[in-house]
DNA sequence: TTTAATACCTGTAGCAACTACAGGTTCAAG
DNA sequence: CTTGAACCTGTAGTTGCTACAGGTATTAAA
């Protein structure tokens, strides 16, 4: 229902993010509604790029009830930060790599310019 | 010298990126100019993205000597298509999470946008 | 020359966030 | 009632390191 693999459920309930739901008489794990709309929202937040911690802070926030919009956004223009300094470092490499690759002629000769300029930087 | 933990070059020998090199009557291992160089070689691959296996095969290029301009640049532009796939997957995260956050109005109230539409979407 | 501080040595275990078994049990359909 | 699928637990593997523990080597100063 919610696209996510059986033993990663298993594994975000050793991770205390589900909780143990109830059983059946043959050791088999019953889920309902309420599993459900919670696996579905850690999966989106790991959509969003979100690790387990960070989940795991929301949910409590959730759980408790009594949380706020102030700290659900703070928690989030966090997550837009780190998210935000991951794409610099990938374009910086990105800049690099396209940099090396105008220099390269990819025909059949050897003494690339790329090679030399990792080799000798 | 190359700003490369030592465990961490222990652990490149491990996986075959460096040799293992001469030791002293003692045990320490004795690295050379050689080793500096290719050693500086991994860590500017590393900070470019590429992973070790990547590193495996150019390394492997090298070592044979008759690598050519088209397979090193046919490895960098898949490296580098490899780069934009996580950029546009980050930035898809970041007009999301922007988004959510534009309708969230940060303050100390409960029933946050963002934990809604997370919740329910 | 001794000694103390530091850096090395090996081997193992830990991190994140799963995934992939092995070896066994239960469930649901026919 | 059988059969095939899905579940169960527990452990080990993945990537790229890092952090010990317990021991040895080296080196600089006294």
Redesign the pocket.
């Known amino acids: 229902m919610t696209g996510v693999?059986?033993?990663?459920i298993?594994?975000y309930e050793t991770q205390g993010l589900m909780p143990a739901p109830p059983r059946?008489?043959?050791?088999?794990?019953l889920y309902g509604q309420s599993h459900v709309k919670r696996l579905s929202f850690i999966r989106r937040c790991?959509e969003l790029g979100f690790?387990?911690?960070e989940i795991r802070g929301l949910l409590e926030l959730v759980d408790g009830g009594a949380y706020t919009c102030s700290e659900v956004l703070d928690q989030t223009r966090d997550h837009i930060a780190d998210i935000r300094s991951k794409i610099r470092d990938l374009r910086k490499m990105e800049r690099s790599l396209l940099d090396m690759a105008s220099q390269c002629s990819g025909k059949d000769v050897p003494d690339c310019p790329i090679v030399e300029k990792l080799w000798n930087a």
Not at 5 to 8: L, V
């Open positions: 693999n059986p033993e990663t298993r594994y059946s008489g043959g050791g088999h794990r790991r690790n387990l911690d």
